[in-house]
């Protein structure tokens, strides 16, 4: 991050705290709307160019605060369109975010956390260890990057119109600071984002479910993995904590809560771990007749881990096996897989990292 710290930084305040902030310099509440448009919808940092605000508020905030936005250390530019950016968090430490380029749309992959203390099997964020939460301002600081270093879309609109929190670390871990963020991507007077084109994706921090069903209506995606117990334990540890009927249960509630939203189940595709047809049965009575769909991702290596993806025909009969049981299944395309930009296979760089081996206290801890 830049910026001079003992300014405040506006990047990533609620508009709440903003006019509060505002209030405190002698000004309108209302002045906190023209600022957040200007930051966000026109990527200014300038405040002496925010020309709609009196002379007297811009020395006001020149003096007293900044937009301090995160680093670029590098970019990397798949050949299928993929792009991946390294952003500083400080210390020698960088996470990654990744923009997949569409023609109908423009979905940015962010990150939420430094490394993440799940400790998944077949994730190499999770392979790196913890080392802390991003802040609101670095989280929100990808999507201001992103937009601003692309270009926009033919109809004039800004070139991210889908973000995700599949990127590194566990959101609702970081509770705190995304529920700030994902109203600022909502918000008409910054990006303005439908409900439906914002996506947290949790392992399955089912007290945290409940609570982002009060505070925030956002797409819903669960990281399963595995139709039983016995195998969650072993793939996703936050299992032990929260075992599948307790999850399902909290995804039910998160549906029904927004009207009956479908929820998106990921299901990451192991060869001789998680995909024979036994298992797509096993799933299929989870979830069928709920407001489910699923998502199958062929697994994507990285150095160290053991498992490998299985073949396109096993998957395309996973596949096909659920959707004769009438459940709505799509196969995620893998992009940005020759730059490391796949899915699972966002590493950053995590140092003094904290690994962890998935006691019931650790994961307490982790998600608290």
């Known amino acids: 991050m830049t910026g001079s710290s003992d300014k405040v930084n506006l990047l990533g305040l609620p508009k709440a705290a903003l006019e509060q902030f505002i209030v405190g310099l002698d000004e309108k509440p209302f002045r906190a709307r023209q600022i957040l448009k200007w930051i966000y919808q026109r990527g200014m940092l300038d ?115 889908n973000v995700v929190f599949m990127g590194m670390g566990e959101p609702l871990a970081n509770y705190r600071n995304l529920v700030p963020v994902l109203k600022l991507l909502l918000s008409d007077w910054t990006y303005g984002l439908s409900r439906r084109r914002v996506t947290v994706s949790t392992s399955g921090i089912v007290p945290h479910i409940d609570k982002l069903a009060d505070d925030c209506n956002v797409a819903l995606a669960v990281s399963l993995h595995a139709p039983n117990d016995r195998l969650r334990n072993r793939l996703v540890p936050i299992n032990k904590l929260h075992p599948i009927e307790t999850l399902l249960d909290a995804c039910w509630r998160y549906a029904k809560k927004h009207s009956n939203r479908f929820i998106t189940f990921e299901y990451v595709m192991l060869r001789d771990v998680n995909d024979s047809l036994q298992q797509a049965d096993e799933l299929a ?22 498992f490998s993806c299985s073949s396109k025909d096993t998957i395309r009969r996973f596949q096909d096996r659920l959707r004769e049981q009438d459940l709505v299944t799509t196969t995620r395309k893998a992009r940005g ?26 994961m307490r801890m982790a998600t608290a």
């Open 47 to 161: 405040f002496s160019a925010m020309t709609d605000l009196s002379k007297s508020l811009r020395e006001k905030l020149q003096a007293s605060a900044c937009v301090d936005l995160p680093v670029e250390e590098a970019r990397q530019d798949s050949a299928d369109g993929t792009i991946k950016w390294l952003f500083s968090s400080g210390s020698g430490q960088a996470v990654e975010t990744v923009f997949i380029p569409e023609t109908a749309r423009g979905t940015l992959c962010i990150s939420s956390q430094v490394g993440c203390a799940l400790d998944c099997a077949f994730c190499a964020t999770g392979a790196q260890g913890f080392n802390r939460n991003l802040t609101a301002a670095e989280i929100i600081g990808q999507v201001w990057h992103a937009n601003q270093q692309l270009p926009r879309r033919s109809n004039g609109a800004a070139a991210v119109t």
């Open 337 to 362: 897989d020759d730059i490391d930009a796949a899915c699972g296979q966002l590493a950053g760089k995590v140092r003094d990292r904290v690994r962890v081996k998935m006691s019931e206290k650790k």
């Open 285 to 306: 009575a989870l979830l069928r007749g709920k407001p489910a769909k699923v998502n199958l991702i062929p697994f994507n290596k990285f150095a160290g881990n053991e």
